[in-house]
């Protein structure tokens, strides 16, 4: 194959070599070897043989080197008979220093040039220079004598070159430029005999020249029309694109002779396909850090051109898969016509505005989803696109309801709140009254006998109450000394009638268990949970067993049981059989018991369920109390000593009943009372009052004021007078607001005349 090579520092130089002495023939091989050209060369001892050789095949080199005497013909002998046969290959002549006259002798007979075989003259080093010279002006001469020879037929081809827009040039194989159009010499602001016979190569930018040089390469006789992209360098610097279409012209041997080119400027397309391509980078940084789907597809087909990480979640796709899907495939049936038509409408220009609906979507698992689709027809990649983005509003809908629900519940929250308030200011009055009973008849068997039970009725009440308010989150923790078994007791009794017949529930009790420090409502409250979701788990009949017993921690336990320390513990274990509890119910069950502030409560540590299954499930839960050497609490009887000295005591309380039981029991204490019933007549009585006002019971609640406020008034008028904040329940940021302003204490209704005895004593020993 015939190629063509332009400037290539790879290829030989192909030398015929005529030279008799074996000697002189290895001095000019090494010469080569040891020089930075690449050579090929072709050895002959006569003239004759040489002849004949390149009668055959001139094609195949570059140029003739002969010594001058040779066994038979000589060496310009050889010469004459080359230029009568017009094989048109440069020669140079090989000659001793011995004549003078030779050299002058063979440049009249066409030697292109001669050199001395003389070391000193620097015959080695001058060798590979020399010979290359002498190819090139002589591929330069025969440009330009093709040039001259075809310049008539040429002329028309010229004459329309000169006319167009396009820069057109030829140039030898060289590079040397042999023609170059007006567009040519305007484009590059020279004259045309500045361009002529200078190297194209020179404008062009010098990380390209390698690449450029590799393109001519490639064109060969089968194949000799190529286009390449590169950059030239204008005289003023500057850097622009171009685009070349090329042509290898050849002899009728297949030897190369020149190149024509036609050009262009493609330096504002360029630019265009680097503004697009930061477009296109802009674009994936921005669908890859929406939190919803994004796409860019075709408007026809529907291909994906671009999707993001989030939409292939979303539809549970690879990235790769899913670019070689469409949207089509991601719409449900049934949607399809619908979102065509919708499409069709944009691209149409029928909307005003972008694209948007709610369509039917499906996952790669078949599962559908509902989306809300906002797209809009753009331009991308040179043509039209649809972009969109997408979010599964089946999630929102469903956030939607989760939120609606927790708005429900807490409305129903703060009216069971406000419910489980009005009921403790009803027993504070029961309480209360029972107090005053107590104390103003403390011999009468007859009236102790009727009020004890009631009494005792107003604590049940109070411990719903407070189950009432935990339910909220808006208790307070009341830790106490309790018996774990009457806890359990009362429990059964309050979920025996929601559970269903067919569970047993099964007591074993160990009658000599210690006590333990815990809040009883919320305990109460968590064993009712604990025991309703077991039941609910059980599939048709089945047993729930409540064993309680004390254990003692040792190490071996202790492992086991990770959280526990050693020491004594009561031992709470919930054991249930029936179908239905597995692993997928386990973790419902103990639910309740595994909230952040179950231990905070004193509820004890709950290990993780054990699960055993065989015909039916068996689950058996674990509850550890810390075991307490303290006797249970019992209600405390009121301590109805008077404090030393006529203390003074401002009640603000605008329920009038609680107010008179208030009354009574600071009364029956000793103490002197002050009642208001608004918070701004209590910060008038406070700066106007001449006596001294030892203490405060404030009702966070009141008409007019807020009870942060009231307390920042009265602060503000006596900064040294101690208040009590009351309040029917506890677990509210209000009370722990006044607490950290300073309030000294909280006392929760309904109180007994003991707890408020011992309230006083302590901030007024305190003080």
């Known amino acids: 194959m015939k190629t063509a090579r332009l400037n290539n520092k790879s290829r ?15 001095a000019f091989r090494r010469t080569f070897e040891k020089s930075r050209f690449a050579s090929e060369i072709t050895r002959y001892v006569r003239a004759e043989d040489a002849l004949v050789r390149l009668e055959a095949d001139a094609a ?5 080197v002969t010594e001058h005497k040779l066994p038979g013909m000589s060496g310009l002998e050889l010469c004459k008979e080359l230029i009568d046969l017009k094989i048109p290959l440069p020669m140079v002549l090989l000659t001793g220093a011995e004549s003078e006259s030779l050299p002058l002798e063979a440049l009249k007979e066409g030697f292109d040039d001669y050199l001395v075989k003389d070391t000193d003259q620097g015959y080695p080093g001058l060798l590979p220079i020399v010979l290359l010279d002498v190819v090139r002006k ?28 396009e820069m057109v040039c030829r140039f030898l194989p060289d590079t040397t430029l042999t023609y170059v159009n007006d567009a040519c010499c305007r484009y590059f602001s020279k004259k045309r005999e500045e361009l002529l016979g200078q190297s194209f190569m020179r404008f062009v930018n010098e990380e390209d020249q390698e690449n450029v040089g590799n393109h001519f390469d490639s064109l060969n006789y089968e194949s000799p029309i190529g286009k390449i992209e590169y950059r030239v360098i204008l005289s003023t610097g500057e ?16 030897g190369l002779t020149e190149f024509q080119s036609v050009g262009i400027d493609i330096s504002g397309r360029k630019r265009a396909e680097e503004d697009l391509r930061q477009t296109e980078e802009r674009y994936r940084f921005l669908a890859e850090n929406v939190f919803d789907g994004f796409f860019i597809c075709e408007t026809i087909s529907g291909n994906f051109l671009l999707i993001n990480k989030r939409a292939c979640d979303i539809f549970g796709y690879p990235m790769q898969e899913a670019l070689s899907l469409s949207i089509w495939d991601m719409v449900a049936s049934g949607e399809n016509e619908k979102l065509k038509e919708d499409i069709r409408g944009e691209i149409e220009g029928k909307t005003i505005t972008p694209l948007r609906g709610a369509y039917k979507m499906v996952r790669k698992d078949g599962s559908e989803f509902k989306a809300e689709v906002s797209a809009s027809v753009v331009s991308f990649q040179g043509g039209q696109a649809l972009q969109g983005v997408f979010r599964d509003i089946g999630e929102q809908e469903d956030t939607q309801k989760e939120l609606e629900k927790a708005r429900r ?14 009921f403790n200011s009803v027993l504070a009055e029961i309480t209360g009254n029972i107090g005053r009973l107590e104390s103003d008849f403390p011999e009468d068997e007859s009236i102790s006998r009727y009020v004890e039970p009631i009494y005792d009725a107003t604590q049940r009440m109070s411990r719903l109450s407070d189950q009432l308010l935990g339910c909220t989150g ?15 007791e009362e429990t059964i009794t309050l979920v025996q009638h929601t559970i269903d017949p067919a569970i047993q529930i099964e007591l074993f009790l160990t009658d000599d268990i210690s006590n333990v420090e815990a809040d009883a409502a919320y305990i109460q409250l968590e064993l009712a949970a604990l025991i309703t979701n077991t039941a609910e788990a059980i599939e048709g009949p089945g047993r729930i067993k409540i064993i309680t017993k004390t254990e003692e921690m040792d190490e071996e336990l202790a492992k086991k049981h990770s959280g526990l320390s050693l020491g004594s513990y009561v031992c709470l274990t919930l054991e249930a059989d029936g179908k239905g509890l597995n692993e997928t119910t386990r973790h419902k069950l103990i639910e309740p018991l595994l909230r952040a502030d179950f231990e905070e409560r004193g509820l004890g540590v709950v290990t993780e369920p054990e699960i055993t299954e065989d015909h039916d499930g068996r689950v058996s839960v674990d509850i550890y109390f810390p075991a307490s050497e303290s006797d249970k609490t019992t209600p405390e009887k009121a301590n109805t000593e008077q404090p030393e000295g006529k203390r003074t005591v401002l009640v603000i309380e605008d329920e009038e009943t609680e107010v008179g039981i208030t009354r009574a029991v600071l009364e029956k204490l000793g103490y002197h009372v002050l009642e208001v019933k608004s918070g701004m007549e209590a910060v008038n009585l406070a700066r106007t009052f001449e006596g001294e006002i030892d203490l405060v019971f404030l009702d966070i ?3 007019d004021m807020g009870g942060e406020e009231v307390y920042s008034l009265l602060m503000e008028a006596r900064p040294d007078m101690k208040v009590i904040v009351c309040s029917g329940y506890a677990n509210d940021g209000l009370v722990q607001r006044l607490l950290d302003a300073g309030v000294q204490a909280f006392i929760q209704k309904p109180f007994t005349v003991a707890t408020v005895s011992e309230k006083l004593e302590e901030i007024l020993q305190r003080q």
């Open 138 to 165: 002589h591929e330069y001469r025969q440009g330009i004598k093709r040039a001259e020879k075809e310049s008539k037929t040429r002329a028309p081809y010229d004459a329309i070159s000169e006319n167009l827009t």
């Open 474 to 488: 808006n208790g307070e923790y009341k830790l106490e000394i309790i018996s774990l078994n009457e806890i359990v």
């Open 409 to 422: 519940l807490e409305g129903v929250s703060t009216l069971v709140s406000g419910i489980a308030h009005q």
């Open 12 to 26: 030989p130089l192909r030398i015929l070599l005529v030279e008799e002495s074996e000697h002189d023939f290895l």
């Open 701 to 703: 609640v009141l008409p």
């Open 239 to 254: 850097i622009r694109w171009h685009e070349w279409t090329n042509r290898a012209m050849f002899d009728d041997q297949g």
């Open 60 to 64: 195949s080199f570059d140029l003739v």
